[in-house]
């Protein structure tokens, strides 16, 4: 089946894509579970579950490794950590829940009163019920992050703080697929993979995106290639790109996927020039269905690293509501029921389509280009005339008024307002009539 | 008399406009009754009503002949067409109203019941008392439009049902009307003389058409050439297109001409590329009448054939409410009634405005650009200062502060926001005394 | 103290900006008395004041003197003006207001009934008890302005009426203050002086230009030449230009100030051109304070003269209300009580902010381009992460990315919608870090 038949398939209701969208739930399921940070067992435990419906290479760089103006950190893992009371009763449990402990906590074994403890506490007094997520990723430091209501319940204590964790060279590693096509231009879909039990930041975007790479790894062929790489975010991507200055330049289009579960609507952020192919494509799928479109800003996810001047990658960032704009953003709240399969589903749809844009997208040449061509003796037209048009006639219709060669499928959608994938049957069906021809 | 002049006495109210718009609305009285189709002896008669006031020629094409991806078919004439009951009681009747006949049907000559004569009927359950207007000229049928209400009295028959029609070789008519000018680029505009008693589409067109015609043949000189077309649609654009391959690299401004009687405001359809020069001189005076400016779209009427990528004219159009957004379109409510003469004279007069943007706009040189020159020393400026500047010295101070010698009447009244006309005065003005001279 | 730290210090607080509103207002009150035409005493008197804090250059020009299309008049004087009754009573007395008399208005003594005295007399009948500012320049003529209160209490008299003026050959004055800069490229800032006693119009103007002048005269070093022109309007700054054709070449920003002192909201019109580099620091300045920007027009104070076509200099206008957009506009009610010392500040710091950004907008280089630095090891980024950005993180990231050497940081301000200064500092932290580096 080709990406067009299954997007039309998709929309159109011929095929029922609940099934995917439950999919991609119970993957999460899986993930959700698992302690992630920047390094560390926790990646590479979430590689081995993606690896196991694709084909997914495990890349590794050794801590002390510079990657432009960053270098790998050692590596971070956790047996244990707490804070019990006197009575050995743990109020703080790593165990429990794991955005308990600040990621990067260096080991500590101590007796401490509340008030020597509490520098080390983070809260939400705001929503008193949720933990916060906290890292110190390049500063060595430790510390614990808790609901605010435990911590109004806390005496002075002493207490038995506990970081088993250890901060030790070994490696970074993020994980890359390759999906060959027809030209060795790529489509490079980048997710991270560092945060912790946080389910739309961004076990929503890692289940979608291996959702996408199964679909497209399914195709008899494909156009472009295709690459998707599961990466901590920032020294990941700029890791990566500090070690594929080879296919750089063979990046045509990019796109950062990252919150993809959450009940906001789609949000397209544009690359940093603001005009790029992914840009408009996005723009089209995304408007369509009622997204917003944004521009480009230095603050979020990896596409500030894709998009630096040294690189200057089109990179195009898909959320639901981004970070920041939803009150469980960073929080024990974004958990797995944040996110439905419904919103699941319809992100991944939206990345199809994108794709299916980026496929498909032509420029054709008219070959009856003086006047209209008589429609109606190739079965094209409605025979009764007097009526207004069908969606079907005015897709083929537009599609002869503009396809001067130089214009292209995309380039009539954004002139006409009308959705690609109509203008794309309508292109096919004028070129079986012999009345178009593609340009090569 | 100029066209500046007359367009200025009819906009200040010095010459009264009101009979215009009655001998626009007399001639449609004429038209009106005729049965038109996209050959046939109306369009005959219809070329013969207009030729009376205007040099109209009229030109033939064969049955048969080949005219790009089209052919013009045999010529459809009727001479009587009836459904009757068993008493001979004609109930749908082609001599009460010529849209009971669908356009271009078979002869016929049977007896039928009700249900075997269904299929062929068409009505508009919605408007039970309107009649459709339907055709089918490139499929071989037969058929009657009647009112639904109509269709709900009649029992199950049996009907005697006559179509006393031909459909024989013949010929394609169509009317052409050329007002030569000081240049040999030409302004063309055209006008469909294909449907039958439609007051709206198409009388008020070719009425409007009409009358600009006569008004720009009795000025003593023009700019450009002009030519009308007065010509069946579709198959009527394509064939002229086909016959006047030497006439195309002259035209510079073209216009489709439809609708023009109805309530709704003034609509201007942009030409396919959307920024020729009869974009901009349309949207400047439809936009100061409160009309509506809108993108090209290749459904609707001959600048479809114009704007086809093979010719690539610079076609617009100006309607009032267009085609299929008035309940009255293409029914037997579009009647003389629904047209008013100041309606019609509206349109007449926007057109005749775009004409004199077309005819007098130009590139100026200020002859005193260093600074402002001293207006009030050639009797051009009020005599006490600290008031606020009047209309008339705005429109002189925007002429001077951009005539470069590269930008034009329209461009500065584009920027300022204000009339064209008022800059044509302001500029006469300022070269009577010296201050501007046109570029040539 | 820099330019940039003298703005953050007022826009911060840490600058108390309301003795700096009293002193402008405080000079307007010297000023306001003055009778002031576009020529006279009472121009060189109000030179004279402005002269007593910054090197104020005075120039003269002879009467008859031609400048392009015009010619210095005669010198304006008067002694002495008033209408009075046969009792020898004052009914409108000029040493009472001076916009009792139409400004030059030639000599009269007679003797007159109020019929015959009637033409002579102008009114405001809406706004009965204002007395209007009304003027003859240039023909030859004699007139009373009063407040229409007043002319209804008149009898038919007889009315004794003297115009005790002067009218002749003299000189034209304005005043002229040059401030060297690095660079001999001139920032130009023109007030008009020819307005009798009129508050916004244009002593508000005049107040804030020499406000700033002495600030800019204070800084320790500037990047451009600042001039600063106080001339009659129309004539005053036409011989300007008639006289300074060496120092046109290197005006590259120039503005008009006037009515800085109303109520209303800043507004500034763009140059003719519409997108010079005042026009584009005006617009980032104006809109973020809720400032109105607006497209050129040429109707107005002095721009209408720079813009001229000939000259073509790009000078934008800068106002809070503008001229006939208040009803005090050229009346006795524009008066010391419609200007206000914070109004007048915040038309101060405005046009500091403008000069913020013509002194400081560069374009930059980022030296670390290969992704986003690592700001946290040079002290530029916080040490916890998780959370969102602060201001002062996302300037600096803005500039990093889009510092190509190409886009200064003007560009980076409209990109981005945040503030210059935010922008300005973010790029000294940069700049002292290592990490950009200034183009050159």
């Known amino acids: 089946m080709t990406l067009a038949r299954h997007v ?3 929309r159109s209701g011929d095929q029922d894509g609940r099934a995917l969208g439950e999919a991609m739930h119970a993957v999460m399921g899986r993930l959700y579970p698992i302690c992630r ?16 419906s694709a084909d997914i290479q495990r890349r590794s760089i050794p801590s002390g490794t510079q990657a432009f103006d960053w270098t790998v950190p050692d590596e971070w893992n956790v047996r244990d950590a707490y804070v019990a009371d006197r009575h050995g009763h743990r109020l703080i449990d790593f165990h429990r829940h794991n955005l308990h402990l600040v990621s990067y906590s260096v080991p500590v074994r101590a007796t401490m009163t509340l008030s020597e403890l509490r520098p080390h506490l983070h809260t939400l007094p705001d929503r008193p019920d949720w933990i916060p997520y906290r890292t110190s990723y390049y500063h060595r430091d ?9 911590l109004r319940a806390m005496d002075e204590g002493p207490y038995e703080v506990v970081v088993d964790s250890t901060l030790e060279p070994g490696e970074l590693t993020y994980g890359e697929l390759v999906l060959p096509g027809s030209s060795t231009e790529e489509v490079v879909v980048s997710a991270h993979i560092c945060h912790p039990s946080l389910a739309n930041d961004n076990l929503a975007g890692i289940a979608v995106a291996r959702e996408v790479a199964r679909t497209l790894a399914s195709l008899p062929s494909r156009r472009y290639t295709y690459r998707f790489i599961f990466a901590p975010g920032t020294l990941g991507s700029i890791a990566w790109l500090s070690r594929n200055a080879d296919v750089l330049p063979r990046v045509r289009h990019g796109l950062v996927v990252t919150g993809l579960g959450g009940p906001g609507v789609l949000v397209y952020k544009r690359s ?3 005009g790029a192919g992914i840009d408009r494509a996005a723009a ?13 800003s230095p603050y979020g996810y990896d596409e500030r690293q ?27 709240a974004d958990d ?16 199809l389509e994108m794709m299916d844009v980026l496929e498909n997208d ?17 079965g094209l037209y409605p025979t009764t005339g007097g009526k207004q048009a069908t969606d079907a006639v005015m897709a083929m219709l537009w599609v002869l008024a503009y396809s001067d060669g130089s214009t292209s499928l995309l380039d009539i959608a954004s002139v006409a307002g009308v959705d690609f994938a109509g203008l794309r049957g309508a292109a096919a069906s004028l070129e079986a009539a012999g009345l178009l021809a593609a340009e090569r």
């Open 362 to 378: 032509r420029r054709y040449e008219n070959l009856s280009p003086y006047g209209e061509p008589q429609l109606g003796k190739r």
């Open 306 to 332: 894709f998009n630096a001047i040294g690189f200057d990658l089109p990179f195009g960032r898909l959320s639901r509501t981004p970070h920041g704009e939803y009150p469980e953003y960073h929080t024990s």
């Open 284 to 296: 089209h799928v995304v408007s369509r269905r009622g997204g917003e479109i944004r521009g480009y």
């Open 336 to 351: 797995l029921s944040f996110v439905t399969p419904p919103q699941l589903l319809e992100s991944y749809l939206a990345l």
């Open 272 to 274: 940093r020039r603001g």
């Open 142 to 150: 430790w510390g614990f992050c808790l609901a605010d209501s435990r």
């Open 37 to 52: 940070s920047i390094t560390g067992d926790g990646v590479r435990a979430t590689l081995d579950v993606l690896a196991e």
């Open 8 to 10: 039309d398939a998709l």
